[in-house]
Structure formats: structure tokens, C-alpha cells
């Protein structure tokens, strides 16, 4: 379904006006009070626009980024400003990545300019954006934008995610709640032009960057199957860091409304891996090549891919004239000296200061090098603004002019420093002629100079021959970079540093100058075959091929919306999948005759958030009200020991009892325990169990539980990755020493498992329907409750019994919480399964009495 703001946009921009009359309601153009959480909860909020389809066939992908890649000025006349001019941002990665969609998706740009618009014009300059640009211009108030930019995101949530505490006013900053409550509000307008422009069953939407992470809360709240990929640009902290976070929870469910999240490193997406499972117990696995993460029935996948870089867009600058000369130029200034060359903005994690303190260590290890080389220093003016850019600013400047004091002689310095802004052609004029590229950053995103400087060395024959080059002679190139930079992993020819090493970094300077020339042609080869094919487009290409992937069984899943404000997520479920009502299964109830009961106890009857495993009176009591029943066959079916399950449900005398996962079964207390089948001995645990203290000693908050026919190591109160990792670890090893065993070892919800083979809950609910056929009870009416993964086998078996139930039987197959089960129903917690059976018990008793009312009447009558 379009909704109806995006079709009076389309309509505005062919220039029918007509649709305006059937509007109701206008989405705002902008906000004016910095954010309030019940904006999520507005009127149309809970609408799923995707349910019906959509008039809009051709593919269209909207991207959503903090700053339109376009440029702004204005136009003079007489010395006055008469009109907007605009023109495409070539340097902008949103407007280089189109190369990698295609040219037959439509993109559509949504977000702010970098110029102020005076409100009068706010209408003029969307239509013109809009019409020549297929841009749509989110207008953020002055105040409140300061307030999102330079309060929430690079006050705060920039340094956090370099790995800056706020310990200090000094530091970061104190969270400010109203900066958090304006980041939310700047996310609700963007999300406003989203949905202005949006066609949800057909477009794709790729979100950009720290700026916006709750933006797909808004999205998924209005489209519930909306296609939505994020890619994070700057670096995920350990979760050691981001948990200090105020609103961490708010911002990790807001990334998990997304169906695809990119990270530039593996370590980026570890540490995001990590926060999701320490923090909202969420857990994931390797499928087929990708990530997922399992999140109230939908996957959200992860990606991992390195942002490349516009290598058309290089080369052509590099055949510009003005760079030619430059480059001319610089090679006669630098003559008979061996340039390096740092890039970097000016801010506290670019690391310049200390690059510059190796600078001065390498001219004092190596006097030699005195007049030889020199280190040119491009600080880009910084993003963000405070006290820590000025302090920089000061240090740097003073850090320069000393050393060149010192080591300085007339015609020579070994430090320039150039801090004014540099056309790109200039810039890449330094590249061309630096022998050897520094950076080395203290903690940085993806950082794309190294990617550049390598295709500038690359250059092309005409500058060849204005540097003098013989045009068929290999290129070469050195480059020295941080190990905390996000290019580092894929530049395996360079010399890694850590850059607060300064005697390591003087030293691999020193390494990049003398090492020989087939060296740094072999390295720059290498490097040149990877940028050239990881290019910009390459990633994007390769974003949307997964984005697409992940949004391929959308249509085919029933979705709902739960939870307030940026506590909003969407359940996911197969169609068939749904709640179990209570008035529907108690109906049935009381209409059948012969009914199969099986109850998984651990997680179905016992109250998970309650200290004491023992089963409570009242639930007692219920079983044995569905036990009195003569119509009922009950079974608890639990993986603790015959011992204790004796104890507690001694007062059931009619109750079925199957322990261990189904190994001992007993079906009233009036018989012995049996075992589901014959087992000639347990020899293994003695090789199993030493394997199992082993780790137990290694992974603190571990321990064993030693049952009558399996051996059960168990982590819940470990830490969860390590505990994780040890179970994996435990897993492989035990399935090797007991690869010629009579045994099954599995892996569970916090556990692993040796038990032997063929033993499992499935085998219980195949006695029990087998049993009731054999007595001439063919059930009618079969309820199976369970919760984990040991439960999807009496789920199984249920599923194909259809010979040992009656033609008519309706079967409740029942699983706890939302989740893919082989259960065609669920129920929310263990709370709502005590509810739906005293709602049976209930039944039972309320027929007992009509019975019992039914046979003194009739006997009143006969007297």
C-alpha cells in the first residue's frame, strides 16, 4: 500500500495537484521541540502498510545518510544572494555507491543539507531537490540540530564508540538526556520523509551511520515488512565499553529492527555480537556463510565488508591538468627528498601528535636522515568542535614548531604542516609523489586514505612522464597504518604500528625508507589488486545482494508489532503459527472423549524468574485435577532424575512421569520405574566425565550434573562467550573419545549433553498414544506443551500419530514463547500455560459435578 504522503509527493513533482484534496493528514516537515518518545506511538503508528500490494512496480532503493550528497551555494546578482544553486557531491560515498545498485533502480536520497534553508524557502528548495535531484530534504531547526550533531552524536556517541569514556565533563561529556531525546526526534523527522517517499512493498531502504540508529525503529513501526539494511560507518566498541551507555538497550533493539547490519571489521561486528548477547541474552550462528541472529522469529543477518573507494573518480582527477602541475610543482619543491605523507582530520583519534613525536625520534635515532625526509602533514579541518579540537590544534601546532626548530636548516624542514583546506586535486598531487603513506590513527572506522594513496601511486603515463618514470617500470608504494584502523585487515603488504608505540612507529618509517625497491613494488601490487577490485561499487553491489537475500521470506511470514516506544519489535512467524486461545482448547476439551496429555516441566510448568525449581501447591493440585478425569491420560515429562520428580509429585498418584528426557517412564504411582529401552552399560561416563571436570575447572560458573543415563555439563552462570566457546570446544572433544560409544552428545540451551543414543522425549509421547490405542482409548484430543529443543521431538511425533489417534482427534501441539517450533501454537510464558490448564482442570471438575448432580438425580428419581 503507497501511503498517502508518498503519492502527493510524486504527484507534486509531476505537477497534479489534484491528490491534495483527498488528504487528511500531512506529515511534518520538521520538528520543533527536541523529542518525545510517544512520537512512536502516534495514530497511524500500528498501520502495516505492506499488506496490500503495491502500484509502484519499478525497484527503487531509498538511501537514508545524515547529509545529502549534494553541494549548496547561492546564486548573486548585484552582490545579492537571489537563488539556490545545487549540484551533485562527487566526493560523497552515498552518490558513489550508486555505481554498485544499477542503473535500473531508481535512488531516492533522503537526508539534510549542509546549508541553512530560511523556512520561507523550505517548500521551494524540496520541490527543486525533489524534481533535478530525486532528493528529499529533511529541514532540521537550528537548535535542535546542534543539539543531535554536535550534543548527542560527536559529543557523545562519537567518542563512545572510539573507545572514549565520559569519566569526566572533560571527557565525552555527562549524558544529557534531552541531547538523547533531540537524537530521537531528528530520527523521527528523517523517518517522516521516509515514509513520504516510500513504497514498502517494493523499495528497499539502506540507512547510513551512527546518526541515525533508531531511524528503522520508526521505519519497521509504521511498515512491519519494510526491507531495511544499516551499515555502520565508525567502529562498534567492546561490549566493556559500550555498556556504560545509558539508553544501550534502546539503541541495540533500534539496529535489530533492520533486517541487515554492516560493519566494516570483523572485530566491529564481534563486539556488536557480544553487546546482543550480554545484554539481551540473544544468540547466533554462522549460516551458510553469514551471521544471524535469531530476534522474535526474524534472522537479522550481519555483513561484513570494508567500504572501498571511487577508483573512476581518482583516475580522472589524476588526468586533470591542474593535478599534472601540481604535481610539477611538488616534485621541484621536494627535490632530492623522500617524502612521507599523513592525511588526517584534525581530532583527538587521528593520532597526529604522536606521529609527529616518531617523526622527531626517527631524525634523532638516524641523524642521516637530517635534510632527507620530510614528513608532510594534511590536517583536514575537524568535524566536531570543543575544547579537545583546540587542545589538539594547540599541541600539534606547537609539537611541529618545535621539531623543526631543532632539526630545521634554511630550505629544510622535516615537518610541514598544512592546515588550511586543500582543493582534492592538490591532495592527490601529495600522494603521488610521497614515497610512503603514515596513518595512524589511535581508533578509526574504515579510513579510505591508504585505499587512495595506492591508486594515485598507480597514476598513468602522463605523469609518468612528468615525474621522469620509465611508464613500464612496476609501481611501487609503502604504507605504515595503526592496527585500530578498519583498513588494516586488508592491507596485508603494510607495516602495522601501534601508534602509541613511538619508538615502533620511528621504526617502521625507518623500515618503509630503506626497504628495497622490489619489495615495495611486490607490496604495492598486492595492494593495488585488492583496492582495484573492492571498489566502492563492489561493496555496494555486494550489500544489496544480501540485503535481498535477507528480505526474500518476508511476504511468506505473518508479522505484528509488540512493545512501546524504542522497546518496538516485529514478531516474524510462519502463517500457520499462532496463539493458542483458551476458550477455543477448553471447548474441545469438553467435547472429546479420550484425551492425551503431555507436559514438559522444566520450562513449561516451573516459573522461570523463581529461585526454587520445586513445583508450587497450586500446580500440584491442577495435575491432579486433570488426573481424577477417567477421560485423561497425563504425563510430566521432565530431563530431572526419577528421584526427585518422585518427591515432588508424590501426591499424584494417577500422574504419568517420564524422567531423563524419557528414559525412565512410570505411569502412576502404582508401578515400578521402567526404562524406555535397554542400555548394556554406562562405561562412557567414565570416559566422559573427566573430559567434562576438565572444563568445569577452566570456565568459572560451569558444572556437571551427573544423572542415572546421561551426564549433562551445564554454563548458564558462566560468561557467555566463554562459556559459549568452551561448549563448542567440549562438544567436539567429547564426540571424539566417544566416537565408538553407544552415545548422542548435543549441544542445548546453555548445555551439552551425553546421553544414549535413541533417547528422547519423542519416545514418550510414542508410548503414551501407542499405549492408550492398545487399551481402546484412541485419543481424540492430544495437548503436547514444551519449550526448548528436547521438545521438538514429541512435537515431531504428534505431527505423523495419525494412526494412533481417532479421525476426528484435534491436536494442540504448544510451544512456549514466539520462536520457529515444529508446535503449530504458542503461549507467551509459563504463566499463560498455568492459566490455560486451570482452565481445563476447571472443565474436568465442572463435568465431574454435573456427573455426579446427573446420577443422585436419577437415582431421586427411580426412588
Known sequence: MVSRSYSNLLDLASGDSSSFSREKRRLPRVATVAGVLSELDDENANSIGSDAPSSISQERMIIVGNQLPLRAHRKLEDDMAVEWCFSWDEDSLLLQLKDGIGEDVEVIYVGCLKEEVDPSEQDCVAQTLLDNFKCVPAFIPLELFSKFYHGFCKQYLWPLFHYMLPLSPDLGGRFDRSLWQAYVSVNKIFADKVMEVISPDDDFVWVHDYHLMVLPTFLRKRFNRVKLGFFLHSPFPSSEIYRTLPVRDELLRALLNSDLIGFHTFDYARHFLSCCSRMLGLSYQSKRGYIGLEYYGRTVSIKILPVGIHIGQLQSVLHLPETESKIAELRDKFKNQTVLLGVDDMDIFKGISLKLLAMEQLLIQHPDKRGEVVLVQIANPARGRGRDVQEVQLETFATV??????????????????????????????YVIAECCLVTAVRDGMNLIPYEYIICRQGNEKLDETLGLNPLALKKS??????????????????????????????????????????????????????????????????????????????????????????????????????????????????????????????????????????????????????????????????????????????????????????????????????????????????????????????????????????????????????????????????????????????????????????????????????????????????????????????????????????????????????????????????????????????????????????????????
Not at 586 to 610: E, F, H, N, P, W
Open 401 to 430: 614548531s618545535r621539531i623543526n626548530e631543532r632539526f630545521g636548516r634554511p630550505g629544510y624542514n622535516p615537518i610541514v604542516l598544512i592546515d588550511t583546506p586543500l582543493q582534492f586535486y592538490e591532495r592527490i598531487a601529495y
Open 478 to 863: 609503502m604504507l605504515v597504518v595503526s592496527e585500530f584502523i578498519g583498513c588494516s585487515p586488508s592491507l596485508s603488504g603494510a607495516i602495522r604500528v601501534n601508534p602509541w608505540n613511538i619508538d615502533s612507529v620511528a621504526e617502521a618509517m625507518e623500515s618503509a625508507l630503506i626497504v628495497s625497491e622490489q619489495e615495495k613494488q611486490m607490496r604495492h601490487e598486492k595492494h593495488y589488486r585488492y583496492v582495484s577490485t573492492h571498489d566502492v561499487a563492489y561493496w555496494a553491489r555486494s550489500f544489496m545482494q544480501d540485503l535481498d537475500r535477507a528480505c526474500r521470506n518476508h511476504l511468506r511470514r505473518r508479522c505484528w508489532g509488540i512493545g512501546f516506544g524504542l522497546g518496538f519489535r516485529v514478531i516474524a512467524l510462519d502463517p500457520n503459527f499462532r496463539k493458542l486461545s483458551v476458550e477455543h482448547i477448553v471447548s474441545a476439551y469438553k467435547r472429546t472423549k479420550y484425551r492425551a496429555i503431555l507436559l514438559d516441566y522444566d520450562g513449561a510448568m516451573m516459573v522461570q524468574s523463581s529461585i526454587s525449581r520445586n513445583p508450587s501447591p497450586e500446580a500440584v493440585g491442577m495435575l491432579n485435577n486433570l488426573c481424577r478425569d477417567p477421560r485423561n491420560v497425563v504425563f510430566l515429562v521432565s530431563a530431572k532424575d526419577r528421584q526427585t520428580l518422585t518427591e515432588w509429585f508424590s501426591s499424584c498418584e494417577r500422574l504419568g512421569i517420564a524422567a531423563e528426557h524419557g528414559y525412565f517412564l512410570r505411569p502412576n504411582n502404582d508401578v515400578d520405574w521402567e526404562t524406555c529401552m535397554s542400555v548394556p552399560d554406562f562405561d562412557w561416563k567414565q570416559i566422559a566425565e573427566p573430559v567434562m571436570k576438565l572444563y568445569t575447572e577452566t570456565t568459572d560458573g560451569s558444572n556437571i550434573e551427573a544423572k542415572e543415563s546421561a551426564l549433562v555439563w551445564n554454563y548458564q552462570d558462566a560468561d557467555p562467550d566463554f562459556g559459549s566457546c568452551q561448549a563448542k570446544e567440549l562438544l567436539d572433544h567429547l564426540e571424539s573419545v566417544l566416537v565408538n560409544e553407544p552415545v548422542s552428545v548435543k549441544s542445548g540451551l546453555h548445555i551439552v549433553e551425553v546421553k544414549p543414543q535413541g533417547v528422547n522425549k519423542g519416545l514418550v509421547a510414542e508410548r503414551l498414544l501407542e499405549t492408550m490405542k492398545q487399551n481402546g482409548m484412541l485419543p481424540d484430543f492430544v495437548l503436547c506443551i514444551g519449550d526448548d529443543r528436547s521438545d521438538e521431538d514429541m512435537f515431531e511425533v504428534i505431527a505423523r500419530a495419525g494412526a494412533s489417534l481417532s479421525p476426528v482427534a484435534e491436536v494442540f501441539a504448544c510451544t512456549v514463547g514466539q520462536k520457529p517450533s515444529k508446535a503449530k501454537y504458542y503461549l507467551e510464558d509459563t504463566s499463560e500455560i498455568l492459566r490455560m490448564l486451570q482452565g481445563l482442570a476447571n472443565a474436568s471438575e465442572q463435568a465431574s459435578r454435573n456427573g455426579l448432580q446427573t446420577s443422585q438425580q436419577l437415582i431421586i428419581n427411580r426412588q
